[in-house]
């Protein structure tokens, strides 16, 4: 069962607890973002490779977790996921030769019928290698929005950018990726939310 999400007063009552050496406090907060994290990570690389960068993210989260400061303009969240999208950097400088998406993104509600596996799989592939072919800035945007679950400010401030550009950048990348979509696999991207300019969320 997903674990609930956590209130911004109670994620910052948390992030101070674990600032102050609370490692109880830090483990519940990697119980919110486990799986956030987790999805983003695997969509950007082979899943026996992801799972020891997630580790890696929140270990180097403990580490700098000193240097977080709510009075900085910065979400928790921004933060968090600033530290996987360049953990992901420096490990793919670091393991070059792999393909960068991995072919199977682990899904709690995934249908166990072999056949509808097989053919959804098929269909987020074409969504993958599409997303590949969009410039880095509409990719992590995207991928931040839609597979991490990150709101525009939020992105913004994980990506050193301005809230309206973000989604000037959401609205840019949709249209993109329709366009590299095969038409039968539009409903596909349509239903993970992608490829639907006219979708927002805060």
């Keep these: 069962m997903p674990t609930p999400a956590l209130s911004p007063e109670e994620l910052k009552t948390l992030v101070l607890k674990a600032q102050d050496g609370d490692t109880d406090a830090f483990g519940k907060i990697y119980d919110a973002f486990l799986t956030p994290i987790y999805r983003y990570v695997v969509f950007r690389f082979p899943q026996e490779l992801a799972e020891d960068l997630v580790a890696d993210v929140f270990v180097k989260a403990w580490e700098k977790l000193h240097t977080y400061r709510h009075r900085a303009g910065v979400p928790f969240s921004a933060w968090l996921f600033r530290i996987a999208r360049y953990s992901i950097i420096d490990a793919y400088r670091a393991t070059r030769g792999f393909e960068e998406l991995s072919e199977e993104l682990m899904d709690e509600d995934r249908e166990n019928d072999p056949q509808t596996r097989t053919e959804r799989g098929l269909s987020i592939s074409m969504v993958r290698q599409a997303l590949q072919k969009l410039s880095k800035d509409y990719r ?19 990506l050193s950018m301005t809230e309206g550009y973000v989604r000037i950048l959401k609205f840019r990348g949709l249209k993109k990726l329709e366009e590299l979509l095969p ?18 969320n805060p």
Aim: charged letters at 20%; glycine letters at 10%; zero cysteines.
């Design 140 to 158: 992590d945007v995207l991928l931040l929005h839609y597979v991490a679950g990150l709101g525009h400010k939020e992105i913004g401030a994980a």
């Design 183 to 200: 038409q039968n696999e539009v409903p596909e991207a349509r239903k993970h939310g992608l490829s639907n300019p006219h979708y927002s």
